[in-house]
């Protein structure tokens, strides 16, 4: 487990990597007081668009950019560019983060979530963007046994749910923005 790191990104991290939705170039897991800022950019050389030769012809993911695979404490990822990716952040089903705050972090061109927050996580999200998710929605929470803030966030991505915040209470959603519609609960 990673405890006390803090990673500063000024420059670029690419993923040249075979693309795969299973793919993380962050594994978190059980980490605890994370820290990554810098104002740097997380990207791959592939295109968001292809179909990784799936017969069915719908894109299948490139890498996730942080994966929280284990109960952690206090990540915070902050002033961040993130682009051409399967997704942004992705706490596993089952997991609980406590302390989560992502800040500032701009994405665009994801092949599934810009970010999907399970049941068990406590976070705050501010002033963040997402601009175009191929397959599913910008922001996709969940907030049961925990208290999730979103505020100042936005997202444009035609056809897609801008924000989704499934089931949940204690969740406080101050000034978002999205080209499409907002939904709480289960839908249509």
């Known amino acids: 487990a990673h405890a006390g790191l803090h990673l500063e990104i000024a420059g670029t991290i690419r993923y040249e990597g075979t693309p795969h939705g299973s793919e993380k170039i962050f594994n978190l897991g059980g980490a605890s007081n994370v820290l990554f800022d810098g104002g740097g950019t997380i990207t791959s050389i592939h295109d968001p668009h292809l179909d990784n030769d799936n017969p069915v012809g719908e894109p299948q993911g490139i890498a996730k950019a942080f994966d929280v695979a284990g109960d952690s404490s206090g990540i915070t990822i902050q002033n961040l560019t993130i682009t051409d990716l399967t997704s942004v952040l992705e706490v596993e089903s089952g997991i609980t983060v406590t302390n989560l705050i992502v800040t500032n972090v701009h994405v665009e061109r994801m092949v599934d979530y810009g970010f999907f927050v399970n049941d068990r ?54 000034r978002f923005s999205c080209d499409q519609r907002l939904q709480f609960g289960l839908g249509p």
């Open 121 to 174: 996580s406590h976070g705050h999200f501010k002033d963040c963007s997402v601009n175009e998710t191929i397959n599913e929605h910008p922001f996709r929470l969940y907030s049961v046994s925990g208290d999730l803030t979103v505020e100042n966030c936005w997202s444009y991505n035609s056809g897609k749910t801008g924000l989704w915040i499934l089931e949940g209470q204690d969740v406080v959603v101050d």
